[in-house]
């Protein structure tokens, strides 16, 4: 492994008000890459119609960046290593407005999907990397301080990301979503590079793994196209599915395999062998992947079935983030002082009976109705992520940390990518299935259809009238269903974490950005 010293930019280091103005470009950074995690979330209608794709389709927006961005992740060390990390951070952001404004003129879903990957590869380096340059451009006395300004970010974003997109689908057009990325990426690059690159450190050529980072592709792209299209090509009756998912287990295998093996592995598995790492990862795959899939599954159902708009459907689904921003510094302090397998069960057990009460939504609940258990999902999310990232990094050892972190990050946004795909699939089903036991029940005395000839409806029209009763209790059934399955993801996810050994130390859950 040799070793070249960066060229070092002329300039003391930062501090007072400029220290401050560069904490802020860095935290604005991270902060676009999370909300875009989540804008798309209450757009997806307005995007599969504007583009003419169903619903179903219209989610590969979120799932596309969302493997992509995780596929990025574990390289950001390697990256940041090779060419320096402001110089990655910089070219980055620039990629990341660059390809914003790629998906605003995108005017089919395929070249929006592409963009959107695009948009993940380069969004994936700035998450890690604004909080790594954060401590390395603050004192340690002022780290602190540095990592809540970040922290908060990470999670303001994801609640404004469904009040925003549902704004400016409603007021603009959904291109605006991504647009606005643009002037913020620009202005962040610019001043980051000015301001940072006295920052840079020397660089190391470690060499990079290829044969890893192909099968990773393969296998992750493969699974993913598997669990996006099976249902529009009748899963295993397809020769494609088929063929797709032979590739992805293969891949999977062989990735595994020369993983182990190789020298410097671009996802190290090797950390695995830590008991609590293995059981935190596994608790946050299977957390994760309930949550984001429920949060993207709402802002769909209120839309499309309940008559909501984009901007109220957001507003809507924000009050989880809202609650959790106000809980975070209890589950925070608390996480130095209790067993942090205590806190996680807690948290997550409590998300699980949360989305227990969710499964008995009616069509007739009012906003508040709706509202309450999102509330109630906010308490319990900060109880989950903050203690379970402590326990995961103080469960290896402290020069596996980095590589910890980023396979934590990088199978935690992959869950995400993939439960979307799943409950987005098994709701469409379940609707068919429910849709289909209704009509052999319904009217069978008749009743139905005289209310609504006695209203003054007549033959097609009254078919019509009862179909449309019909496919929105199929459509609620459908949703409570999916919700009995996510809560009990949850509920299992809960008793995964007692596997983990009590820590032996205690970790500042800031760690896990530091790669």
Known sequence: MSQTSSVPAAGQPLTGG?????????????????????????????????????????????????????????????????????????????????????????????????????????????????????????????????????????????????????????????PWIFFINMPIAGICAFIAWRLLKRYEEPLLR??????????????????????????????????????LSIIAVIGFVAFLIWELHEEHPVVDLRVFRHRGFSASVLTISLAFAAFFGANVLTPQWLQTYMGYTSTLAGIATA?????????????AGLSARVDPRKLVFGGVLWLGLVCLWRTVATTDMGYWEVS??????????????????????????????????????????????????????????????????LVAISDQDGMLGKLFEGMGSTGETTLQNIDRVINAQAVMLATNQVMTIVAVSFIVAAFVIWLAPRPRRVIDPAASGGH
Request: aromatic share 10%.
């Open 372 to 437: 309450m258990p999102l509330m109630a999902m906010g308490l319990g999310l900060p109880f989950f992520f903050i203690p379970l990232t402590g326990l995961a990094m103080s469960s290896v050892e402290e020069s596996e940390m980095a590589s910890a972190a980023g396979l934590m990050n990088f199978l935690r946004t992959l869950s995400g990518a993939f439960a979307t795909s799943l409950i987005t699939t098994l709701w469409d089903d379940q609707t068919t299935v429910n849709h289909a036991e």
């Open 206 to 243: 470690n060499p990079i793994d290829r044969i890893g980072l192909l099968l990773l592709l393969v296998w992750v792209a493969c699974l993913q196209l598997v669990l996006d299209e099976g249902k529009n090509l009748d899963w295993f009756a397809s020769t494609e599915i088929v063929v």
């Open 18 to 174: 400029m220290l401050w103005f560069a904490a802020i470009i860095l935290a604005a950074a991270n902060f676009i890459a999370v909300l875009d995690m989540t804008i798309a979330n209450v757009s997806v209608p307005t995007i599969a119609g504007a583009l003419g794709a169903t619903t179903s389709q219209g989610t590969w927006v979120i799932t596309s960046y969302a493997v992509a961005e995780a596929i990025t992740v574990p390289l950001t060390g390697w990256l940041a290593a090779r060419f320096g990390a402001v110089r990655v951070f910089t070219v980055a952001m620039l990629m990341f407005g660059a390809f914003s404004a790629l998906c605003g003129l995108a005017h089919t879903l395929g070249l929006l999907v592409f963009a959107r990957i695009c948009q993940g590869l380069a969004g994936g380096p700035l998450m890690p990397l604004s909080q790594t340059l954060l401590l390395r451009i603050f004192p340690k006395e002022k780290a602190a301080a540095a990592v809540g300004l970040w922290a908060m970010t990470t999670l303001i974003a994801p609640v404004m990301g469904p009040i925003l997109g549902g704004y400016l689908c409603d007021e603009y057009s959904w």
């Open 319 to 331: 009050w989880t983030g809202i609650f959790a921003l106000f809980v975070a510094p209890l589950a």
